[in-house]
């Protein structure tokens, strides 16, 4: 085969799913106490930090784990709404890059028969149900953002505004959990 003809389909989404495995080699396993002293000593400006880390696959682990320390030093609540805040901002950040920059290989995905089949095959009305529903626990999760956001960020049917009502009550919701487990331990 002449590599000069070797064409990548959906180049983006490639890169996409090759840097989140590449982070995950990466950081898996890795201590990350440098990173939780470092935030812990920032007060709240380091939950507001943490709630931005907490929606990247490759930060999670280690956000979630800072807002677990965090809910023994800081006030609860405070600390729940600030870090909903950072994750609000972290998610934007996903939402707009994955709307703008893929918007031509999200085109071209639609075309593909697989995906129109199922796309037929499921009714309108529970699509958007399933697909809120399925991001909604993906966003609210300690799990990556990036799936959930970018499910959310391909539907035309979510404006950025409402997209960042329910990033940010989803997460919030998250992060207290996260919280109110760190100050039962």
Do not use: C, W
């Amino acid at each position: 085969m002449n590599m000069s003809s070797f064409k990548i389909k959906y180049p983006k989404f490639l890169l996409l799913v090759v840097t989140f495995v590449l982070a995950y080699i990466i950081f898996s396993g890795r201590n990350f106490s440098p990173l939780h002293d470092f935030l812990l000593s920032l007060g709240y400006v380091g939950t507001f930090l943490a709630g931005i880390l907490f929606v990247y696959g490759f930060t999670a682990a280690p956000a979630t784990a800072v807002l677990l320390i965090t809910a023994r030093n800081q006030h609860i609540i405070l600390a729940g709404f600030i870090a909903g805040f950072g994750a609000l901002a972290g998610d934007l950040l996903i939402f707009r890059f994955i709307r703008h920059s893929f918007a031509d290989e999200v085109e071209l995905l639609s075309k593909e028969r697989s995906l129109q089949y199922i796309n037929n095959k499921i009714p309108t009305r529970l699509k958007k149900y399933l697909i809120l529903i399925l991001a909604g626990f993906i966003i609210s999760s300690p799990l990556p953002d990036e799936i959930g956001v970018s499910l959310l960020a391909v539907s035309t049917a979510i404006s950025t505004k409402v997209f960042s009502v329910l990033a940010y009550m989803l997460n919030t919701a998250g992060i207290f959990v996260v919280l109110v487990i760190g100050n039962l331990l």
